[in-house]
């Protein structure tokens, strides 16, 4: 079984800094098949990335993914107010797992 | 509009059998691999697995194997999750989700119920 480890577990910066948020895999995984999401508090996941560089609909161009084999990432050009969040990268393809989650927070 | 729409919140109590639904607009649903997540209190997301309603197949992820059933009526367009005897580790919230491309089950997940918070206590 594939496992995703995130890292770092919390990352605190100030709105307009730039944010970048690590997923490792513990086996190389097809970048077509990696995703990330963010959630909210109260709220369900929301797709974000898909296919490792592919950003889903309607999401705003400051976020973009990159990566292959067993290093993923994702970054956040220039943090807005409501990119504040927690962060999961996703393996999807046969038996799907998530990493354990990155939260981005206020300084 | 394009959406998954789950049962409201339940509380039960251990050994209680419970089935929750997930109803999704017909373009939502037809065609397309519906999944399950939980997420315990304060924790993270873990996929349970998937199923297609169109013909009932499913996948189950090997720590949800046995423990839970996925069931699917494709005429009222809606995903079942049921427990036959729920413990205290079972609360939890229960999101539904559906895959990106219709017919893959290979595959990101674009659109979430609002998510079903079960709480099992005596």
């Known amino acids: 079984e594939i496992v995703l480890t995130q890292s770092p577990g919390t990352l605190s910066l100030s709105p307009g800094e730039r944010a970048t948020l690590s997923c490792r895999a513990s086996?190389?995984?097809?970048?077509?098949?990696l995703a990330w999401y963010q959630q909210k508090p109260g709220q369900a996941p929301r797709l974000l990335i898909y296919?490792?560089?592919s950003r889903a609909t309607g999401i705003p161009d400051r976020f973009s993914g990159s990566g292959s084999g067993t290093d993923f990432t994702l970054t956040i050009s220039r943090l807005e107010p409501e990119d504040f969040a927690v962060y999961y990268c996703q393996r999807y393809g046969g038996s799907q797992t998530f990493g354990q989650g990155t939260k981005v927070e206020i300084k | 509009e394009v959406q998954l729409v789950q049962s409201g919140a339940e509380v039960k109590k251990p050994g209680e059998s419970l089935k929750i639904s997930c109803k999704g607009s017909r373009n939502a649903f037809t065609s397309y691999w519906i999944g399950w997540v939980r997420q315990m209190p304060g924790k993270g997301l873990e996929w349970m697995g998937i199923i297609y309603p169109d013909d009932s197949d499913t996948r189950y992820s090997p720590s949800f194997q046995g423990q839970v059933t996925f069931s699917a009526d494709k005429s009222i367009t809606t995903a079942y999750l049921q427990w036959s005897s729920l413990k205290a580790s079972d609360t939890a919230m229960y999101y539904c989700a559906r895959h990106t491309v219709p017919g893959t089950d290979h595959d990101a997940f674009d659109i979430w119920g609002q998510g079903t918070m079960v709480t099992v206590s005596s």
């Open positions: 086996q190389s995984v097809s970048s077509s098949y």
């Open positions: 296919g490792a560089s």
